[in-house]
């Protein structure tokens, strides 16, 4: 029986890792598994998503991206200290959270209701309304005078039968708990001011006080009710609640990292790091989130630094696309160049005129405001750019020809008026930066793309491809 048992388990090969997670694809001779590719898939196929992608149009997607990832790590820009700094914390705020369970959560609200109810005592809880009229430290006598005089006809009044609530809606000068009849809500020893709170707990319930005066005033208080704090269980969601709204979850795992630095003798680094090593290596999904940060960072660093930033500030090679696509960026009618502006002095009107007249058009903003807005009192209001018919109602009616373009009054610049000039279509790639950045840019991504393709091989597995497991809906 033993040796065919042997014979069997001979008979069947042993399930690797590689078996149950095959490498779909291997960018620059770096293999990636198929769990991997699928996590990426998923997420970003999901229901939400307007663009949804095939697994086979999806793979053009992945190693575009993974090249990239590819070429920022050559640049070793993974070792730069702000990439390190932010990086870890992206990943620490999903892997500080593992470091407690529900255990120490529960000890913690435990933890607090004991301390609330110590710290509440045996007096428990009070209910209080009051109605207050205001003294100030700074007030005459006979305002101090009046203030008690007050205070001893409401008194009086509410001993001869009047409404307790009504008439802390309608006199009392504190107006957060005015508007709830003067009650202030349940509160313990030492939470408002010591004559208060001698008051309010020597006080029986329903019972009135006499005006009594503190720092800020008179006050005519009234016991709606006391109470013990309710037992832990009718507490707990609340508690719970607390401990969210404060942080305080965050704050266990923190004080648990520090204790294991300490116990360990190792940095909290070092701590965060051996902990998501720990947890990527039985938990997949946390495995790919982390390492999404690490190449979701690398991307944006290395594109801002090859792309984005580097094309946005080659002034020379942004007018050189402008000129070499000019007709992309035709209009269908003229626009009007230049400035729509109001004065407080009708003199500035031509001023401004003279001022800039001659001028590079980029520079008219700096010379208006350094020539009319140097200090704190503003002679003109400019409104700068290129405008088509609608846009602006001074410039439709004024360059446009608008009769009943709606033109906004502005109270101290009465003296209205235009300043520029009428073009047919774009005169430099600054009359339409922004659409021209966007394109200049898309096409230095087009041609680095290019560059990564031959620097960084791929081979992808299409059998392993056609595994691929697509989430349910």
Known sequence: MASALAMLCLSIPALSMEDEDPIIMTINGKPIQRSEFEYSYNKNNGEDVIDHKTVEEYVELFVKY??????????QYDTLTSYRKEFRQYRDQQVAPTLINDNDVEAEAQRIYKSTKERIGPDGLVNPQHILIRVGQNDTEEAKNTAEQRADSIYNA??????????????????????????????????????FDDVIFALKDGEVSKPVLTEVGYHIIKVKGRKQLEPY???????????????????????????????????EEQVMDNRADSISSIDADMKYLIQEYHDGL??????????????????????????????????????FKGIAYRTRDVEDVEAVKKSVKGKDFADWAQILRTTFNNDSVLKIRVEKGIFKKGDNGLVDRNEFGVADAKVKEVKDFPNTATYGKMIKAPETYSDVKALVVADYQEAKEQEWVKTLESRYPVEINYEVLKTVKPKEK
């Open 66 to 75: 993974k090249r990239k990832v590819e070429a920022a790590l050559d640049a």
């Open 298 to 335: 690398l991307l944006f660093e290395i594109s801002n630094r090859e792309v984005w930033e580097k094309a946005a500030k080659d002034e020379a090679g942004l007018e050189k696309f402008f000129k070499k696509n000019r007709k992309k960026y035709a209009w269908d009618e003229p626009r």
């Open 158 to 195: 509410i001993v001869a039968g009047a409404n307790f609530d009504n008439l802390a809606i309608s006199l009392s000068q504190d107006p957060g708990s005015a508007r709830r009849g003067g009650d202030i809500g349940w509160i313990q020893h030492g939470q408002t001011l010591p004559k």
């Open 233 to 267: 269980d009718s507490l707990r969601t609340d508690i719970y609640n607390f401990i969210e709204k404060r942080g305080i979850r965050e704050a266990l795992a923190k004080n648990r990292m520090k204790a294991i630095a300490e116990s360990k003798g190792i940095s």
